[in-house]
Structure formats: structure tokens, C-alpha cells
């Protein structure tokens, strides 16, 4: 079938919106009619050669969309259900997960798209859709039932959905499942982006206090104080590590570090307190690398990294659902919403800051 995709094409070079061929599903795939799709940080690493993702490819590794076909094999998901598509896998140690999630191709070396007679990368996070539809499996798509208010049917908007298939679920889930917090204990959140965000409405959620926020951006820091942190830095020009501790005495119990930069990364483990624990949940370049005081460590200070937050999509991302319904998760505070055909102006939004969430709606 014919479909519109936005292909990455050059490294740094605006995505093109091109018309492409996608095959029918396969025995244990399904078809997805795109309706909202996130852009991450990590689409424009890709996009940009930063993770070793081939080119060209179809990008977009967060989405909502409804099933419009599905193959022999599958079993839990049939047409008209509403589904977030979100990562191949949760845990890290699952046998080729990193490699198959950024390789943008199925496991038999196979993709799904082409475009005048080239390979496209087209499986990307297992489901490249950055399209207005996409294969994808019931490993990697999440239903969402509806809910009954009253005699009202109530649905989550798709770009709400959308949202909770990346960025957000990476922050909540470093802190609900990761660290799992007890209340009362202080933490320290590095950036104020999507996952950032969510990770800062988790730790009001579990109770954290004081929750300090750091960000370049007063805007986001102000968002950020809006959904539950206590106190907001800017870090640029101060030293971090001394004015978290200013706030919350010998450090904070935890931290997470949402940037992917390597100063942060630093700063998040030098303000946790003897035995705190930092989190790294940022999308950072394939050859990114830190260094550590080795003394600081030895005090039972823990560095840990947490792929996709450290959860299972499946009972995650229906949890998340839940919170927004009842109002303790209003994400859709830092929403801002593109036309699918802007999505050039939404990536430098995004990379500006001007965005804090960007997702696209399809038309």
C-alpha cells in the first residue's frame, strides 16, 4: 500500500515527505493507522548520525494510532483497538534489544518500505511512524481501553497517548520503577524536557521532597515548579552540585539525569548523598563518555542506567493512562502540537527549546 512518510534522508538535513510502499503485515505483525506521533531527541540522533541507525530511514519511535490489520499470528490485538506503539522490549539483557530497536530493519535483515526502488529503514523502535500508517507487533504495541463515565465512552486524545510512548515513560519509569523512591526522600531531576518532566510528576506522585529541577530555560523551569518541584536551578554559571546542596544539606537520595550530556551526568552523581542513586535516563550519542570520582562512588554512591525507564510498556504505559485520567498526570501541559507536514519546524522547536514535547497529528 501507498503511504506518506517523513524520510530522513543526510545527516542534519530536513526530513522530506515523501510517498512510500509499505508491505501487508506479516503473520505476527499488525497494521497501524497512524493518528499522533512524538518527536524525541532521539529521532534527531538518529536522523543526524549520532546513533548508528542507516540512512535513509523512516524515523519516529512513539505513536498512537488505531489497528487496521493483523496478521495470522497475533492474538492479543484486533482491528479497531486503539494502541501506543512503543519500544521492542523492555529489559536491556534481552538477547539483541539495542540492536534491533536502532538497526531500523526486522530481525531477518528484511524492511518493511520502499521508495523508487531503494531500501528504507522502515522498522525503527519496530515501527518507524513517522508515516501516516506502520507495521509494528504486539511486543511493541500497547492497547488502551476506553473507559465508561457515567453512560459516556471516554477516550485519552492520541497526542496524549502518543506522548506516553517515549520521553515521558522514559522519566516516569527511571523514577516509579527504577528507583522507586520512599516518601519523603530528596531528589534532583537534570533537564526539564519531556523526560524530565515526567520523571519530576513521578516523583511528586511517590511523595519526594524536595524534588529540585535543573534547567538552562526558565520557561521549563517554571513548568517544571508548576507539576510538582520544589526549588528550580539554573545551571548555567553556578555550580550545581553546591547549590543542591544548599537545598537538600549532604545531597539528595537520588537523581536522574535526562540531558544525555556528560557535564550532567557528572553533577547528577557529585549531589547524591553517601548510598543516593542517580539514574541515567538521557538519550545520548553512541560514543559519549563521562569520568567519574572514583572516591565519591566508593562512599555507596550507585550510577545505573534505565533502558526506556526500567518497566514493561505493557503494564507501564496503561498505568500512565490511568494517572492522566484521574488528573494526577497532566502531561498535557507540555504538549505542543504540529501538523504531520511541519514536523521540520517541531524538530527545531525541539531543538531550540521552544518545545518541550513536540508531537504531529496526522491529518
Known amino acids: 500500500m501507498r503511504i506518506t512518510a517523513a524520510v530522513a534522508r543526510k545527516p542534519h538535513a530536513a526530513f522530506t515527505i515523501e510517498s512510500l510502499e509499505l508491505e501487508p503485515p506479516r503473520a505476527d505483525e499488525i497494521l497501524v493507522r497512524i493518528r499522533s ?52 522490549g523492555a529489559d536491556p539483557a534481552e538477547d539483541g534489544l539495542i540492536e534491533r530497536n536502532l538497526s531500523g530493519f526486522r530481525a531477518d535483515g528484511s524492511s518493511p518500505l520502499a521508495g523508487k526502488g531503494e531500501r528504507i529503514a522502515g522498522r525503527f523502535f519496530g515501527q518507524s511512524s513517522f508515516a501516516s500508517f506502520a507495521l509494528a507487533s504486539e511486543r511493541n504495541a500497547v492497547k488502551i481501553e476506553s473507559t465508561i463515565e457515567g453512560t459516556i465512552e471516554s477516550e485519552v486524545p492520541f497526542p496524549i497517548l502518543a506522548a506516553l510512548g517515549g520521553d515521558v515513560q522514559v522519566g516516569a519509569g ?31 506522585l511517590c511523595g519526594c521532597h524536595p524534588i529540585v529541577a535543573l534547567d538552562v530555560k526558565a520557561s ?37 539525569e535526562t540531558t544525555g550530556l556528560a557535564a550532567a551526568a557528572k553533577e547528577a552523581v557529585g549531589c547524591l548523598s553517601e548510598g543516593g542513586e542517580c539514574v541515567l535516563a538521557g538519550a545520548a550519542g553512541s560514543d559519549s563518555e563521562v569520568s567519574l570520582n572514583l572516591f565519591e562512588l566508593r562512599q555507596g554512591r550507585v550510577l545505573r542506567g534505565a533502558f526506556f525507564g526500567g518497566g514493561r510498556p505493557a503494564l507501564f504505559v496503561p498505568r500512565l493512562v490511568e494517572l492522566y485520567r484521574r488528573g494526577s498526570f497532566p502531561l498535557e501541559r507540555m504538549i505542543a502540537l504540529y501538523p504531520f507536514a511541519d514536523i521540520n519546524k517541531a524538530a527545531e522547536d525541539l531543538l531550540s527549546g521552544a518545545a518541550v514535547k513536540a508531537v504531529l497529528v496526522m491529518p
Request: with cysteine; hydrophobic share 45%; charged share 20%.
Open 37 to 88: 506521533v512524538g518527536l524525541s531527541h532521539t529521532d534527531l540522533f538518529a536522523r543526524d548520525g549520532d546513533l548508528p541507525v542507516p540512512l535513509p530511514a523512516v524515523l519516529g519511535r512513539e505513536a498512537a494510532g488505531v489497528v487496521e490489520e493483523a496478521g495470522s499470528g497475533v492474538t492479543r490485538l484486533a482491528p479497531g483497538d486503539r494502541v501506543v506503539l512503543t519500544c521492542e
Open 174 to 204: 527511571a523514577v516509579i520503577n527504577t528507583l522507586r523512591p520512599p516518601a519523603g526522600s530528596s531528589i534532583a531531576v537534570f533537564g526539564a524536557g519531556a523526560a524530565g518532566l515526567g520523571a519530576i510528576m513521578a516523583a511528586r
Open 220 to 256: 521549563r523551569l517554571e513548568l517544571a515548579e508548576s507539576l510538582g518541584a520544589s526549588h528550580g536551578i539554573d545551571p548555567d554559571g553556578v555550580d550545581s552540585v553546591a547549590a543542591i546542596r544548599a537545598i537538600a544539606g549532604r545531597g539528595t537520595a537520588s537523581s536522574v
